[in-house]
C-alpha cells in the first residue's frame, strides 16, 4: 500500500496529470475513429516522446490504451462501425439500442461499466502482478488451442435462427484468416507479396462493418425518406441500472483473466461475455433488438482486459495484444526490460504507471459521460454526410495500417463482401471472429504438435484443456437438448426474413 501511495504522489504532479489527461483525449479521440486504434497512435508518438520521462511517457501510453478501448465503444453504438476490433460485440446491441432512440444509455452504460471495471482490474493488476509470473507460465498451447475451439464453438450460440448462414460467415472468415505465407507457404495470396503477411483484422472489421453499413445505406436512401433518430434521455432509468449491475460483474470476470492470458486478448471475452448475457437475461426477446445487457457486459470485459493485459507485459516482459507490444518497444527505448525483476529494479517508475491506471479511469468516467448526449448526437446528422465521413475514415484508417494503397483496394474487396453479406442476411459476428482466431488456433495447434511431435493426445494433456472440453461437451449437449424442447421460433423466422428484405 505504501508504494501504491508514492505511485500515486509521482502520478499526480502537475506534469505527469496532464500527459494523463492528453493520453486519455487522446486515446478516446482515436478509438472513436475507424481503424486508427491505440496501437497505432502509440506508435506514432513513440519518437515525439524521446525526450520525454519514461515516467511521463508511459503514463501517457497508459491512458491511451485505456481511451482507446473504450472510445471504440462510441462508434460502434452510434455508427455501427466499431474503432476497436474488440467493440465489434458492442455493436450488435448498442447500435439498435441507439436506433431505438436509446444512443445516450447505451454509450452511458458503456461508460460506467468500463470506469467500474477497469477500476476492479487494476485493482487486480496491482494485487497479483507481484506475483502472476509462475501461474501464466504455466499454462501450454494445448490449453490456448482449447480455449479457443471453445470461443469458436460458442459462435454457434449467436448465429441467429440460420445456423447455415452463421457457419456460411464463420468459415468465410477461417477462410480470410488463412492468407499468408505464415507456415512458409503461401496461401491465398494469388501471387500478390503484399499478402504475405495476411490481412489486418482492422481492415477487415471496418470493411466489414463500415463499408458494408456505408454501402447498404447508400443502394436504400432513395427507397426510404431520412430519419432522424430522437436521442432520449441522457441518463439510465433504474431499470438501466438493475440490467447493468451484473453483466458490468460478470464482463469483468471474463476480462481480466483473458487480458492476462498470452493469445488471450479483447475479443474473446466481449464475445463470451455477450453469449453469457444472452442466456441469463431476463428480457432475451429484446437480444437482436437491443438489449442493454448486450452492451454493459462486453463493454467490461473489454476495458477489464486492458487491464489484464498489463500483468504479463509487466510481470514476465510478454505482450498479448498489438496495443502493449508497442508499449513494450517505448520501455526498451528506455533500456527498460519488462520481466520477472522489472517490479523490485524499477518501483517508482511501475508504481507510478499502476497508480496512473486509476487516475486514467476516472478521467474516463468523469469525461466521457458528460459527453455521452454530444456524441448521441451524431446521429442527428444526415446520413449522405454521416457516411461520407465514415467512408473518409474508414478510408484513412485503413491506410494507417501499412500506409499502403493496396490496403485501400481491400477495403473496397471487402466492403463489397460486406454489402453480400448484408443483402443475404449472413451475420458479420461469425466472420469477424474466425479471421481473430483463425490464425491464433493454427498458431497454438502447430506448437503443441511440434513439441508433441505430432503425438495429437497432446491436445488434452492439460487440465485446463481437459476441463475445457468437458465444458463444450456439456454446452453441446444443452444446446441439442434445449433445440429439441423448444424448437425454432417462427418469430425469429419472421424476423430474418424482414432484415433479409429490408
Do not use: C
Request: charged share 10%.
Amino acid at each position: 500500500m505504501e508504494l501504491l501511495l508514492d505511485g500515486f504522489a509521482t502520478a499526480l504532479t502537475p506534469t505527469n496529470l496532464l500527459f494523463a489527461v492528453i493520453g486519455v483525449l487522446l486515446g478516446t479521440a482515436v478509438g472513436v475513429l475507424p481503424g486508427i486504434g491505440p496501437a497505432m497512435t502509440v506508435a506514432l508518438l513513440l519518437p515525439v516522446t524521446y525526450n520525454v520521462s519514461p515516467s511521463s511517457a508511459l503514463i501517457m501510453f497508459a491512458g491511451i490504451y485505456y481511451g482507446g478501448m473504450y472510445g471504440g465503444s462510441t462508434t460502434s453504438i452510434l455508427l455501427n462501425t466499431p474503432g476497436e476490433s474488440s467493440s465489434v460485440v458492442t455493436a450488435l446491441e448498442g447500435n439498435k439500442m441507439a436506433k431505438k432512440g436509446r444512443a445516450a444509455q447505451a454509450l452511458a452504460t458503456a461508460a460506467i461499466g468500463s470506469f467500474i471495471a477497469g477500476t476492479i482490474g487494476t485493482v487486480l493488476l496491482v494485487v497479483l502482478a507481484p506475483n502472476i509470473a509462475d501461474l501464466v507460465v504455466t499454462l501450454g498451447a494445448p490449453s490456448y488451442f482449447a480455449i479457443m475451439v471453445l470461443a469458436l464453438f460458442a459462435v454457434t450460440a449467436v448465429l441467429g435462427s440460420s445456423k447455415l448462414r452463421g457457419f456460411v460467415a464463420l468459415f468465410l472468415g477461417l477462410a480470410i484468416g488463412l492468407v499468408g505465407t505464415s507456415t512458409g507457404q503461401a496461401r491465398m495470396t494469388f501471387g500478390e507479396a503484399k499478402l504475405a503477411d495476411g490481412i489486418d483484422i482492422v481492415i477487415v472489421a471496418v470493411a466489414i462493418f463500415a463499408i458494408g453499413e456505408a454501402l447498404w445505406v447508400a443502394a436504400h436512401l432513395r427507397r426510404k425518406p431520412l430519419e432522424i433518430i430522437p436521442v432520449g434521455q441522457p441518463w439510465m432509468s433504474r431499470s438501466d441500472w438493475r440490467r447493468s449491475w451484473m453483466p458490468w460483474l460478470r464482463g469483468t470476470a471474463y476480462g481480466f483473466p483473458f487480458g492476462a492470458l498470452p493469445a488471450g486478448g479483447a475479443e474473446v471475452p466481449t464475445f463470451l461475455s455477450y453469449i453469457t448475457e444472452r442466456r441469463l437475461s431476463k428480457h432475451p426477446e429484446e437480444f437482436g433488438h437491443g438489449a442493454i445487457e448486450g452492451v454493459a457486459g462486453p463493454e467490461a470485459a473489454n476495458n477489464a482486459s486492458a487491464a489484464g493485459t498489463l500483468v504479463p507485459l509487466l510481470a514476465i516482459g510478454l505482450p498479448t495484444t498489438a496495443t502493449a507490444a508497442v508499449i513494450l518497444v517505448a520501455m526498451q527505448n528506455y533500456g527498460l526490460q519488462p520481466g520477472p525483476q522489472f517490479l523490485d529494479a524499477n518501483p517508482e517508475l511501475v508504481w507510478a504507471l499502476l497508480a496512473s491506471l486509476f487516475i486514467a479511469n476516472t478521467l474516463l468516467l468523469l469525461i466521457n459521460l458528460p459527453l455521452a448526449p454530444v456524441w448521441a448526437k451524431l446521429l442527428q446528422i444526415p446520413r449522405p454526410y454521416l457516411y461520407a465521413g465514415i467512408l473518409f475514415f474508414a478510408s484513412l484508417g485503413a491506410y494507417s495500417v501499412n500506409f499502403d494503397a493496396f490496403d485501400l483496394a481491400l477495403l473496397g474487396v471487402l466492403g463489397l463482401l460486406g454489402l453480400a453479406m448484408r443483402r443475404f442476411g449472413l451475420p458479420v459476428l461469425p466472420l469477424v471472429i474466425g479471421v481473430i482466431l483463425g490464425p491464433l488456433l493454427e498458431l497454438q495447434l502447430t506448437q503443441a504438435l511440434a513439441i508433441s511431435q505430432g503425438d495429437v493426445s497432446t491436445l488434452w494433456s492439460e487440465p485446463v484443456a481437459v476441463a475445457v472440453y468437458i465444458v463444450m461437451a456439456l454446452l453441446l449437449i444443452g444446446t441439442i437438448v434445449a433445440g429439441r424442447r423448444t424448437g425454432t421460433p417462427s418469430s425469429e423466422l419472421e424476423d430474418e426474413k424482414q432484415e433479409v428484405s429490408a
